[in-house]
C-alpha cells in the first residue's frame, strides 16, 4: 500500500491533481455549509449550469483556453443569473426555487448551443470545452491548482472575518437585520463566494457535478454536530478527502474519471455518516427507539405487576 501510494506521488502531475482536488474540496465543503444551511443547495446546481454560457463567451472574445479567462467569464455569468433570480422572484409571484429552475435551464440551454456552435467552428475543434460538462482533472496544471488554491484562500479567509454574520443570516435573518446588518449584503456576498467556489471546481467535476460538492460535504458534516463552526471544518475535511480518494481511485482504475469519482467518493462519506453518525445516524435513531419502547414495556410491566399486587391485598382484606 505505502509502495502503491509512493509510486503515484512520485508522478508530478498527479502531486498537483491531487493538491487541486483536495484544495476543491475543502474550498466547496468551506461555503457549501452556508448554502445548505440556509437551504439554497439548488442555488449551487443553477450557478454552476449558469457558469457555462459564460466559460464560451470567454472562449469566444479570447480563442484561448485560459483558465483565468474561464473563470472570468463564468464569474459574470454566475452574478448574471444571480440577479436574474432575484428579479424573478421580486417582480413576479413565482418563487425562488422556481426561479432558480427557470435561470438553471435558461442559462445550461444557452451554453449548450453556444458550445455545440464553438465545437463546429474552425478555432472550437481543439478548445476542448466539452470537458467542461462533466470535467477533467486529469487537464489540471500547476497553473491551474495555483488558481484553487488562492479561491480557497479567500473563501477560508472570508469565512473566518465573516463568520459571525454568515452564521446569524443563516440561522436568523430577521435577528440579524434587528441587529442593524445588512442582510441583503450579506446574503449577496455569500452568493458570490459561492459562484467563486462553484466556478473554480468546475474544470475538475464540470457544470453538472460541482454542485454535489457543495451540498454533499456539507449534509455530511450536518449529521455529527450541532456546533456551525465544527460543521464547517468537517465539511471542508470530507470535502478534502472526497477528493484525494477521487483522484487516488481514479489513478489505480484506468480510464476512470476523476470528477464523477469524487462525487462518489462524497456520497459515500455521506451515506456512511447518515448511517453511523452517533446522534442523528440512522443506526443510533433506531437503537434509542428501541431502547423507548422496551423502557415503556417495563414500565408498563411494573404497572401491572403493581395493581396486580393490590388487587390480591384487597382480595385478602376482604376475605
Not at 422556481?98 to 448551443?113: E, K, N
Not at 482533472?137 to 454568515?166: H, N, P
Not at 452564521?167 to 430577521?174: E, M, N, T
Not at 468537517?234 to 484506468?254: C, K, M, N, Q, Y
Amino acid at each position: 500500500m505505502g509502495n502503491w501510494l509512493l509510486s503515484i506521488l512520485s508522478d508530478p502531475n498527479t502531486r498537483w491533481i491531487l493538491l487541486g482536488c483536495i484544495l476543491l474540496g475543502f474550498s466547496s465543503g468551506i461555503i457549501g455549509s452556508f448554502t445548505f444551511l440556509r437551504r439554497q443547495s439548488l442555488m449551487g446546481d443553477t450557478l454552476a449550469h449558469a457558469a457555462l454560457p459564460g466559460i464560451c463567451i470567454a472562449f469566444m472574445l479570447t480563442e484561448t483556453k485560459s483558465i483565468g479567462w474561464f473563470l472570468l467569464g463564468a464569474l459574470v455569468a454566475g452574478i448574471v443569473a444571480t440577479f436574474g433570480i432575484s428579479w424573478i422572484t421580486r417582480f413576479s409571484r413565482i418563487k425562488q426555487d422556481t426561479a432558480m429552475g427557470i435561470v438553471l435551464t435558461v442559462f445550461f440551454g444557452i451554453g449548450v448551443v453556444m458550445l455545440t456552435r464553438i465545437q463546429h467552428s474552425a478555432s472550437g475543434s481543439q478548445s476542448g470545452l466539452d470537458k467542461y460538462l462533466f470535467g477533467q482533472a486529469a487537464s489540471m496544471v500547476q497553473t491551474d491548482v495555483y488558481v484553487m488554491g488562492g479561491v480557497c484562500l479567500v473563501l477560508l479567509i472570508a469565512c473566518l472575518v465573516w463568520f459571525k454574520e454568515f452564521k446569524l443570516v443563516s440561522f436568523d435573518p430577521g435577528f440579524a437585520r434587528g441587529m442593524g446588518l445588512p442582510v441583503g449584503a450579506l446574503e449577496q456576498f455569500i452568493l458570490l463566494l459561492t459562484v467563486i467556489a462553484v466556478v473554480a471546481g468546475i474544470q475538475a467535476v464540470g457544470v453538472v457535478l460541482v454542485a454535489a460538492l457543495l451540498v454533499t460535504p456539507a449534509a455530511a458534516a450536518r449529521c455529527w454536530t450541532d456546533s456551525l463552526a465544527l460543521m464547517v471544518l468537517l465539511a471542508g475535511l470530507f470535502g478534502a478527502l472526497s477528493g484525494a480518494a477521487g483522484t487516488l481511485f481514479s489513478t489505480l482504475v484506468p480510464n476512470l474519471p476523476t470528477g464523477p469519482v469524487t462525487v462518489l467518493a462524497a456520497t459515500v462519506l455521506f451515506a456512511g455518516s447518515a448511517l453511523l453518525a452517533p446522534r442523528r445516524g440512522l443506526l443510533a435513531r433506531k437503537l434509542r427507539s428501541i431502547q423507548a419502547r422496551s423502557e415503556y414495556l417495563r414500565e408498563e410491566h411494573a404497572s401491572l405487576q403493581t395493581l396486580s399486587a393490590q388487587g390480591k391485598m384487597q382480595e385478602r382484606g376482604e376475605m
